[in-house]
């Protein structure tokens, strides 16, 4: 999980929370109480779907990553690559699963883990294949996610519970997140209607 998404979730939330707030104090009528109650819960949801629910897991049977709309489970026989250009990405011969809530370091956060890294020690995980990113320094988002999930593959394959030259036979199951879609359409249509009609 992101602690800096997070963190924008709550910022979110309070935001929405003062701006219902503000509604009904200045207007007074039932119907522009009512109407307020739309757009909140779209706030709300958003930051509930987009920010705070997004993560990945992992364990010996894979990697399991929350996004957004969808959740994917990664068996470890399917990975081939971990990649971290613009996200975490998890790499299967039928599929590229970024992980919403392992996002790639801007500048501030290149130079933020390089000054830890630094301070601490500590150096730049080897990524496998000589490639060294931005999105792979630890102390970011992605360094980290993506550390912790080469450490785990590193160590599977080394105990042999990981049965190679399978991936391409290795089912992604893929779970739609049906009841975030249609109440983030039905809040953004009903909030976009309360809007108009205040």
């Not at 963190?7 to 007074?28: S, Y």
């Not at 790639?104 to 020690?121: I, K």
């Not at 160590?155 to 399978?166: D, H, P, V, W």
């Amino acid at each position: 999980m992101s602690r800096f998404n997070r963190g924008l979730a709550v910022a979110l939330w309070l935001i929405v929370a003062l701006l219902f707030v503000t509604t009904v104090l200045t207007d007074r009528t039932w119907t522009a109480r009512a109407l307020a109650v739309v757009p909140t819960l779209f706030g709300a949801a958003l930051g509930w779907v987009a920010l705070w629910r997004p993560r990945m897991t992992v364990d010996d049977d894979g990697i399991e990553v929350v996004n957004v709309f969808h959740t994917v489970h990664v068996p470890w026989a399917a990975l081939v690559h971990v990649d971290t250009r613009f996200a975490l990405s998890l790499v299967t011969p039928n599929r590229r699963v970024s992980v919403w809530a392992a996002p790639a370091p801007g500048r501030a956060g290149v130079a933020l883990a390089r000054r830890q890294e630094q301070r601490h020690g500590r150096s730049v995980p080897d990524t496998g294949d000589g490639g060294r990113r931005a999105g792979d320094l630890l102390s970011t988002a992605s360094g980290d996610a993506a550390y912790l999930v080469r450490h785990r593959w590193d160590q599977l394959r080394e105990r042999g519970a990981i049965e190679l030259g399978t991936a391409d036979a290795v089912r992604v199951p893929v779970t739609l997140h049906w009841a975030s879609i249609v109440l983030l359409a039905a809040t953004a249509v009903g909030g976009w209607f309360a809007i108009a009609a205040h």
